[in-house]
Structures are given as structure tokens and as C-alpha cells.
């Protein structure tokens, strides 16, 4: 600290406006908040002393890290997503620490994520899931390739940049598998769209399936609009799941290619789900054109073809 700081400042604010990472004396402006996810907040951070580039910058107060179980988890949430590269995957920036406050700087999807595009459009024309869905096979295979699962693919991981790109994020429960045809048995948080195999704790375990059944209830909700074990209460969701009970609404028409990928996926048995590199070659993504690789950002309000 420079003599000329009075020490107290430090400790009357929780997030100062300016804050100084003494690593490497880069300092930030904190920019409007961008949303909370647990005990983390996030918050547009401009770099003051690199042209200004906005990050995204997630803060977790130490207070909230007292307990080893969410020390362990963040640990692992940065060891894991640091050492990822990948176009469809939101790019880990830097972290630093000072007093209060953990910060984790990640790149900016102004677009939010697709939590709030279904929230706007309700449901997406099939062109888009189909615009959608490559891009997040891209992500998953190369979290597979890498012998990473994500164990929480949901709309609100899957950020959209200023360009539109699919950028998969929250790294908070994936785990590293720390040799070939490994099985994990726990996980703590609760997933969302979270496969069967998981809620029976089966001895058998979990591995990269659960993140194909995920897969599955985010094709279903951007084809339907909403996902399809969805209740009121978690409890009836979670039985829902267990009995693979759910079904095509009649009211709304979707291709028998997309409602036969889907079929695919969402199976109990986990030995008999599609892997992500044979989803690549399902009919559903055989169209007689081409799929588009970006969409306008028109489609943010409304469909693509109402041009
Ligand atoms: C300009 O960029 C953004 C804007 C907004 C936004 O407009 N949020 C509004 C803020 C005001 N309230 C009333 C409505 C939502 C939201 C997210 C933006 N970008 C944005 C947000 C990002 C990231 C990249 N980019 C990453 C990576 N992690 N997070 C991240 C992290 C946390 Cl802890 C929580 C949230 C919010 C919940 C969510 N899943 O969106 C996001």
C-alpha cells in the first residue's frame, strides 16, 4: 500500500470503486452490476489500465468461504476453468484477492444468457436450436476430450457474446476425471436439469452422460419452452426425473427429427445414451441447407425468418 492510502479505508468498504489488484498493480473500475449466482456477485469490472476492456468480474466474499466445502469448490472451479481454451467456452481471465472479496475476472458476454432469451422469446425456431445446439456439442466435446464434465448445463451457463457466440461458463460443479472410464460418486449443489443416475447415487456412479441427459433438457426447452420435468416443487421434479416421465405438448409442432434426438437422449440408462460425438451426426442437424454458425442479434427480440 502507498504510504499516502490511509490504512482504514481498506476496511470501511466491501467492493471499493476502484479496486487494486497488488499482484500486479492493475486497477478496475466497478461498472453496473450484472446479476448474483450463490454467494458470488458479478459486476462489470473495466481494466483502467488496458484500453479500458470490460470483464466480467464474479466476487465471492471470503466471509462466505469459512467452510472447507466451499473453499474446496472454488479451488477447484478456478483449477479447472483456468486450464480451458476453447471459442464456445467463456475464457478465464485472471483472479486476485485482497481483503474481502475473491475476484475472478471472466470474459464479457454482453448478451446475457439463455435464461433470459427463452425469458424474451418464449421458444426458438428450430434453425436457431439448431444454431444453438452445435455450438454447445463444441464446448461439451471439448470438456470431454479433456476428461472434464460440467455436471450443471443449464440456459443460465450458456452465455451469449456481442457477436452472439454460445460461450459455456460457472465451472462451480465440473470435476476432472483423473484417468480414463473413472466414475464419480458425489456432488454437492444442486444441478438443474440433473440426471437420473446422480439423483439414485448409483453405485455405478456418474461420468460424461449426465452432461448428454443436461444436453437433452436444454434441446427439449429451446424447442418447447420450458423444460420437460419441470413442477412446482423440486421433490415432484426430482420423481419426474426418475420415472422418465414427460411428453411432447400437442400444441406445439416440432420436427419427428428433433423429437427423436431428444427421445435418444433423455433415457434412464445412461450406458445407452448417445455420446456428444455421435449427436454431431444425428438427423436432426442433417438439414438439406446450411446451419447458420452466428445469429443476428435481431433474434434476441424476434424469430429469424420475420426479417
Ligand atoms: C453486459 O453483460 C451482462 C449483462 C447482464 C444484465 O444486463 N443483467 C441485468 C442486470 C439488471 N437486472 C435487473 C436484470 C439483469 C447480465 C450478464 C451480463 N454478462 C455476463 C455475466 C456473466 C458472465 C459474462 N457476462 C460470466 C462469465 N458470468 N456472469 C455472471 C456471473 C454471476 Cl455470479 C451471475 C450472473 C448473473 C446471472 C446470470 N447467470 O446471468 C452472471
Known sequence: RSSAE??????????????????VIRRYSKGKFLGKGGFAKCY???????????????IIPKSSLTKNRARQKLISEIKIHKSLNHTNIVKFQHFFEDQENVYILLEMCA?????ELIKRRKRLTELEVQCYLLQILYSIKYLHDNRVIHRDLKLG?????????????????ATK??????????????????????????ETG??????????????FTL??????????DVKSTYKKIRTNDYSFPEQIQISSAAK???KKILITDPSKRPTVDELFYDDFFKTGGSIPKLLPVSTLACPPSAS
Open 223 to 232: 424447442l418447447i419452452g420450458k423444460p420437460p420435468f419441470e413442477t412446482n
Open 111 to 115: 448478451n446475457q444468457t439463455m435464461n
Open 260 to 262: 427423436n434426438m431428444i
Open 44 to 58: 462489470e469490472f473495466i481494466n483502467l489500465d488496458d484500453e479500458k476492456k470490460v470483464q466480467a468480474a464474479k
Open 6 to 23: 490511509p490504512a482504514h479505508t481498506e476496511s470501511m468498504t466491501i467492493i471499493e470503486e476502484v479496486v487494486k489488484d497488488k499482484g
Open 177 to 202: 476425471l483423473d484417468y480414463e472410464g473413472e466414475r464419480k460418486r458425489t456432488i454437492c449443489g444442486t444441478p438443474n436439469y440433473i440426471a437420473p443416475e446422480i439423483l439414485e447415487a448409483k
Open 157 to 173: 451457463n450458456l452465455f451469449l457474446s456481442d457477436k452472439m457466440q454460445i460461450k459455456l461458463g460457472d465451472f462451480g460443479l
Open 206 to 219: 456418474h461420468s460424461f452422460e449426465v452432461d448428454v441427459w443436461s444436453f437433452g433438457v436444454i434441446a
